[in-house]
């Protein structure tokens, strides 16, 4: 039987290409994310791979989470929680509370919720992987980067926690934390400000989405007995969250 992924996130940078490669290699994949019309169309793009069930939902509404997730008739073998944004890029005194909320609820309820509702099901299975998407800004902080880091540093505690509590489950926890790699991520949070956006990005070459898909692919293909627990990647032009090899 094919091995079942569960992807949030998979209508847009990083979850998508991962749903791309992945499902051209076999996977059966469960795609969710807000934006339905992007799901109706993957589903229809990658259908003639693997099968595909796309499901609708917003990760920091619990509710929605609990009743859709509670819902599926499949318990994935691996886990990727990857939904999440930075909302704004300002100093903590200047920082807007809805956008402070968005990344908490996001990024780490989100990532929690979505985890409470699929945790059972794996140690009843007997195992399972789960793989959370951080960041280099959750093991460095940054200027104007506050709320983001802290909520990508909950991850990398979330990860590391999770590993521990559910290591006599036999379920893998791995967690990936990528410098800056080029997709919808800046023009969310510049709220759409195109310029910024490509600014974020200019100069130097970043991650490409299918960079981080190759490494879940290698990541998930591995022996039952290794677990990748922790990497931090980045582009060769990056060296730090502010030391980048720019050409300008
Ligand atoms: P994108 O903006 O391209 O993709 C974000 C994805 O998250 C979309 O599919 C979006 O789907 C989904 N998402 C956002 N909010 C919600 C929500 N409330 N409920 C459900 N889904 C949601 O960015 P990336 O691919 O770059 O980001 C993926 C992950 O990688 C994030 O966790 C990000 O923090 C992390 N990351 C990104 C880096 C980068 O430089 N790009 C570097 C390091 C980490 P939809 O809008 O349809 O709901
Ligand atoms: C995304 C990378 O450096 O913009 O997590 O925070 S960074």
Redesign the pocket.
Known sequence: MATTVLI?????????ETARLLSKNGFDLIL????EE??INLKEELSKFSNIKTLK?????QKEVKRVLGGLDIVPDVLLN?????HGLSAIQDGDIADWD?MI???VK?LLYVSKAIIPSMIEKGGGHIIN?????GKEVYPNGNV?CAS?YA?DAISQGMRIDLNKNGIRVSSI????????????RFKGDEELAENAYKGYQ??K?QD?ADIIHFIITRPKHVNIADLLVLSTDQASTTVFNKNL
Do not use: Q, W
């Open positions: 949030t996130g998979a209508t847009s940078g990083i979850g998508l969710c994310g807000r934006r992007r799901l939902f917003d990760v920091s509404n990857n939904a999440g944004n930075a968005a609820d996001i990024n989100g998407i951080g960041s280099i800004a983001y990508k991850v934390n990528p410098g800056m790699v080029e997709t919808e991520f800046a023009k969310v970043p991650l989405p981080i």
